[in-house]
């Protein structure tokens, strides 16, 4: 094995990882999100039987769809999930797509990196101002924030990486592992 294969390897390995690490957070997201509907439905039961009424559901789910949106973002760039427009993607050599790639993998990056660090300011001044919600509920806005904010760095982290793996793959000219985790998917039916 060549110095090339061990770290295309070691690359691969990584990507494996965290693939695996975001379907175990995508999961843990998808459980969340059955309680959050399952406090919704005794809420919505509440109206009808006082005993059941809890109050507050509204905003709990809110908070939960805010930072379940944010960890799932990992998932769908580790699963190739978001949506690009491939009109000059498909008609290139393997190497123009894998620049291509980089691109799309830098842009998301950058996004990342931007949100992330206005999600850090919103949460700073919330811990700063000592800010809650103006519900009845009063939660401290510094907890649900600190859950939306660690899923805008976790998708900065899993970015960053994407586009190392993505730079080191294409560098090594290994266009089937650049496609592997950057590339858009190939469809397979035809659009009639």
């Known amino acids: ?15 494996n990882g965290l ?6 957070i995508a999961l843990l997201c998808g459980m969340v999100l059955v309680g959050a509907v399952a406090l919704i439905i005794v809420e919505v039961l509440g109206r009808q039987f006082p005993a059941l009424h809890l109050g507050g559901a509204d905003e709990l789910s809110g ?12 998932y769908a760039l580790v699963e190739r999930a978001h949506v690009r427009i491939d009109l000059v993607h498909a008609r290139l050599p393997v190497g123009g797509r894998a620049v291509m790639d980089v691109i799309a993998m830098a842009s998301v990056l950058l996004v990342a990196v931007l949100v992330a660090s206005y999600a850090y300011d919103v949460l700073a001044k919330s811990v700063a101002r000592g800010s809650r919600s103006n519900t009845p509920l009063g939660i401290p ?24 793996a993505t730079v080191i793959l294409s560098l090594l000219r290994r266009w089937d592992m650049v496609e592997q985790i950057a590339s858009i998917p190939v469809e397979t039916g035809e659009v009639q």
């Open 141 to 164: 806005l510094w907890m649900p924030q600190i859950i939306w904010f660690g899923g805008w760095v976790w998708l900065t982290l899993t970015s960053a990486l994407l586009l190392a």
């Open 63 to 74: 908070y939960i769809m805010a930072a379940i949106a944010t960890w799932g973002f990992s």
């Open 19 to 24: 693939r695996t690490a975001n379907r175990w």
């Open 1 to 15: 094995m060549t110095g090339s294969d061990r770290l295309a390897t070691r690359v691969m390995t990584l990507v």
